[in-house]
């Protein structure tokens, strides 16, 4: 089995990467080089495997006198360089981040986030298809040019967005709002492709630290650390086989646990279906949808709190995880912490205060 990793930079400024065989501990390193480029600084941005392939795609930054282009190369498992496109040549665009879905043979669609050139924070997502060599179309669209975008926020916030959003458009600019999107493997249609997105952005919190002063007295800092990233809204798009939106679905997904990296809390049922069947786990709850394909919400639940099935339990902290199964099935999973005040529970085999890890198996 191989896997592809990051090598730093070497003495040449050249990044590297490498494929390692676990049988046998055998390492190939393969230098990033563009003959196109040559002479010119490059940067690694992200490796990622592609979806539905045993493929890996690494997003390269290029910069090139004032101009930064960005790269995406493609390799097998074994470490043998597929192709690579120039996904922003003569474009007014850089690509942030980047997901790859292989839908044919030598045929991949890739998603993502994208920025101007100004610009250091992705405003908006895109969608690309390559097919051998050959980049066949790249669209881009503006977060705030989705339905309901900012449909989580307050009224007021909405309202004030909305007028900026005016006012720009009437000076010919385009203003922008700065998020990062969790991207899930696209779904193929009969006609084109359904992508699903998780929005996320990053939290702070302030902290207080003391260090040595003179004389021996101490002087207290703040500082501001980094605090794990909330998730708030998640999208769904259609799009034909051309690329271009046909629709978009905004729904809130507020989650209670704020993870350190990038992570996917949606779970997509069986995609062999006439529509889009989701849920996700948010502290006590379960939360679902089933989408058709024209955009039109079927249905949507949230499940009472996950129970431990013993009278007077009360769940102080639950940590909990979903996988989809099949068919309809997902599986629940995860740790309880757990408090009984019964007085009847005092001397049962059941403690009071006690962790637990649980396994279920729900249907939707």
């Known amino acids: 089995m191989y896997i592809l990793l990051l090598q730093p930079q070497d003495f040449k400024n050249l990044n590297k990467v490498f494929t390692l065989n ?3 501990q055998e390492k190939k390193v393969i230098p990033i080089f563009f003959k196109e480029y040559s002479g010119y600084l490059s940067d690694i941005l992200s490796i990622k495997q592609v979806f539905n392939s045993k493929d890996v795609e690494v997003l390269v930054k290029v910069e090139k006198k004032k101009e930064k282009e960005v790269v995406v190369l493609t390799f097998d498992e074994k ?3 597929k192709g690579y496109y120039i996904f922003t040549e003569n474009l007014d665009k850089n690509i942030s981040s980047v997901n790859g879905t292989k839908t044919g043979a030598s045929e991949y669609v890739y998603t993502g986030t994208y920025t101007s050139r100004n610009n250091s924070s992705s405003e908006g997502i895109f969608i690309s298809k390559t097919n051998g060599s050959k980049v066949e179309y790249i669209n881009f669209i503006n977060f705030l040019d989705l339905e309901n975008f900012t449909s989580y926020m307050s009224q007021r916030k909405q309202e004030k967005i909305e007028k900026k959003k005016k006012k720009k458009s009437s ?4 203003l922008t709002i700065s998020y990062s999107v969790a991207s899930h493997p696209l779904i193929k249609t009969d006609d084109g492709y359904i992508y699903i997105g998780e929005c996320y952005y990053a939290t702070y919190r302030t902290e207080s630290y003391t260090t040595a002063g003179p004389n021996g ?3 207290t800092q703040t500082r501001q650390v980094f605090d794990g990233y909330q998730y ?3 999208l769904i798009v259609r ?5 271009n939106k046909i629709w978009d679905e905004i729904f809130d997904m507020f989650v209670h646990q704020k993870p350190f990296t990038e992570k996917r809390f949606i779970r997509i049922a069986e995609k062999k279906q006439d529509a889009v069947k989701l849920a996700y786990s948010t502290f006590k709850f379960i939360k679902s949808k089933v989408i058709d394909w024209n955009g039109n919400i079927i249905s949507e639940e949230d ?3 996950i129970e431990t099935g013993i009278e007077g339990d009360k769940t102080k902290r639950s940590y909990v995880e979903m996988d989809y199964w099949y068919g309809d099935y997902f599986l629940l999973y995860g740790d309880q912490t757990i408090k009984n005040k019964e007085e009847s529970k005092k001397d049962d085999d ?4 006690r962790n637990v890890y649980f396994l279920s198996k729900i249907k939707f």
């Open 79 to 81: 470490g043998e360089k």
């Open 22 to 24: 676990f049988s046998t």
């Open 239 to 243: 799009y034909d086989n051309n690329g």
């Open 171 to 174: 000076k010919g600019k385009e």
């Open 350 to 353: 059941v403690k009071r205060k």
């Open 232 to 234: 708030t809204h998640a």
């Open 303 to 305: 499940s009472e709190e």
């Open 217 to 219: 007295t101490t002087i």
